[in-house]
């Protein structure tokens, strides 16, 4: 007995009780539509993919090759095709998750129309976009079940057992499209009781790991603009303590924090921390004050300063009124920064970085993990950075320490086409190839994202189709670009009418109605052609 026939008969038992009046129902459609909607709440959603999360750190404790991957989506429909293609191509979606980006919705999402990623969007956007995602998913399992379901009936029809019982192993083996989240919160957007609201929201959405920045709330700037403003250890412990509170008070205990530091590339601060007691965390936050000695009548009237050593400094203020960290304390802050994170409750960290070069990334992470020996990291692969020119400058030095002869290089022209098809651009194409695999064995990175790369396709592949159609190609650029493509490689968006719920929904009618059903899906669909 399969767990789809078990829930037929429970159903069937549940009409027996009911009656005659319940005479229409059919307990097997029931049991479809129970398949097809195995996730009722966002908190069973949250719950569900915090398991798979602590499952995945764990093994990635143990193995670090079995790192974790995602990529940014800034609408329910763009993560839905993202898993459906995963399900294709590599038939499962362990490993693979979907980080919600913060920049993506400023840019994409807000009310106001495209905004800079300064947390200036509503924060209603982020569980809103949370919800939408979970829906799509959720969409694409019943899409996918109904499909089974059908071939079901077909099996059945032609009396083909064989098929039957493959096809009820695939029912019930089934592998749901809904997987994890790591949703951006920004900076909290307010205080910690604000930061405790809208985590409450994310979570109740389905987010079962919110990813939260050291930086001012009201500052905020994207991690790789300039301008960045950090607060001190205690005003961001707050916050994630507010985060795990939201994560307690609704009964997902072992939800996920990812603790991000912008002190890399983030020279200033907006308020001296308190220090209590010689080496504490506010002195060693405030050690990094870019100061001045001054002489007790040097003091001018508004000035502030601290004792250090013994003697009075000033820290250097700037017209802003935001204090600056002396040059060369980044990656050093970031240490702490990280260190203090996880041992005040946070369970992943994010360190933002200028470039993605592993022997920085792992200079700071071994340094983080002489105190905490299983610290991972989530990794930003962004956009921002000029990969092909950074691997190729890499792969430039690399060179040079080699002895090699780069006579024929310009270093700082390497982008151009014609170094293409050179020795030194196959090596940084095969670094960039491996560096998520290489990285995550040196420098403890867990998870590997591109925050916003499906802002750069969708923007990509309406350039191609916009050059063609709109010139002398016609209908052909849709054709040969997007359609024949479709049909030939199996996306499954050539049905759209499919994919957009119509053969759920005759089939719904005919449950409800029965032979009086009026469906769409008739000889005269259009969509009978693909």
């Known amino acids: ?33 129970r398949t097809q909607n195995r996730f009722r709440t966002g908190l069973q959603i949250a719950q569900y993919t915090a398991d798979i999360m602590r499952k995945d750190m764990a093994e990635y404790d143990a193995d670090s090759s079995v790192y974790t991957q995602s990529l940014g989506v800034w609408h329910g429909f763009i993560g839905q095709q993202k898993l459906i293609s995963i399900k294709k191509h590599l038939k499962t ?49 019943a899409r996918e079940l109904d499909l089974l379901f059908t071939k079901l009936d077909a099996a059945r029809a032609a009396g083909d057992e064989t098929s039957i019982e493959l096809i009820q192993t695939q029912i019930d083996n089934y592998e749901t499209h809904v997987v994890p989240i790591i949703a951006d919160i920004d900076a909290g957007f307010g205080n910690p009781e604000a ?5 409450k929201k994310m979570i109740e959405a389905g987010a079962c790991a919110l990813q939260i920045e050291n930086q001012v709330s009201d500052e905020k700037q994207c991690g790789h603009q300039d301008g960045k403003v950090t607060v001190p250890h205690e005003d961001f412990i707050a916050k994630i303590n507010a985060v795990r509170y939201a994560f307690l008070e609704l009964g997902i205990d072992n939800g996920v924090i990812v603790s991000r530091t912008d002190s890399l590339g983030a020279g200033l601060t907006q308020k001296l921390a308190v220090s209590r007691t010689p080496g504490d965390l ?59 994170s996880l041992q005040n409750g946070a369970d992943l960290l994010w360190i933002e970085t200028e470039k993605p070069h592993i022997a920085q990334i792992a200079g700071m992470m071994n340094e983080v993990r002489k105190v905490i020996p299983n610290a991972k990291l989530v990794y930003n692969n962004s956009p921002s950075f000029n990969w092909t020119a950074s691997f190729r400058q890499q792969a430039y030095d690399t060179f040079v320490e080699e002895g090699k002869d780069v006579s024929g290089y310009d270093r700082s022209k390497l982008m151009g086409v014609e170094y293409d098809d050179t020795e030194l651009a196959q090596v940084a ?29 969708a923007a990509l592949s309406t350039d191609d189709l916009a050059k063609g159609y709109f010139a002398d190609q016609g209908m052909l650029a849709y054709v040969k670009g997007v359609q ?44 009978n052609q693909f």
């Open 195 to 199: 930061t405790y609201l809208l985590a």
């Open 484 to 527: 024949r493509r479709e049909i030939r490689e199996g996306i499954a968006t050539v049905k759209h009418q499919n994919m957009a719920g119509s053969d759920i929904g005759d089939n719904h009618k005919e449950y409800f109605a029965g032979d009086s059903a009026l469906k769409a899906g008739g000889q005269n669909n259009t969509m």
């Open 1 to 33: 007995m399969t767990a789809y026939q078990d829930d037929i008969e429970a159903i069937e038992a549940l009409k027996q009780e009911a009656g005659s009046s319940w005479d229409a129902i059919s307990p097997e459609s029931v049991a479809r539509m």
């Open 93 to 141: 979606t362990n490993k693979r998750y979907l980080y919600l980006s913060g920049w993506m919705v400023a840019a994409l999402r807000s009310e106001f129309g495209p905004l800079p990623d300064q947390s200036m969007h509503e924060k209603t956007a982020v569980p809103a976009l949370i919800e939408e995602l979970y829906t799509f998913l959720r969409q694409a399992d």
């Open 429 to 457: 194409d095969e670094n960039i190839r491996t560096f998520q695999r290489d990285s995550s064995a040196q420098a403890g990175i867990f998870h590997h994202l591109i925050t916003l790369p499906t802002y750069h396709t």
């Open 282 to 340: 506010g002195d060693q936050y405030n050690s990094f004050l870019d100061v001045e000695e001054i002489p007790e009548s040097g003091l001018s009237d508004g000035d502030v300063v601290i004792k250090r050593d013994g003697k009075l400094v000033r820290p250097k203020r700037l017209p802003s009124n935001l204090f600056q960290f002396r040059e060369g304390t980044g990656e050093e802050r970031c240490v702490l920064d990280s260190i203090t």
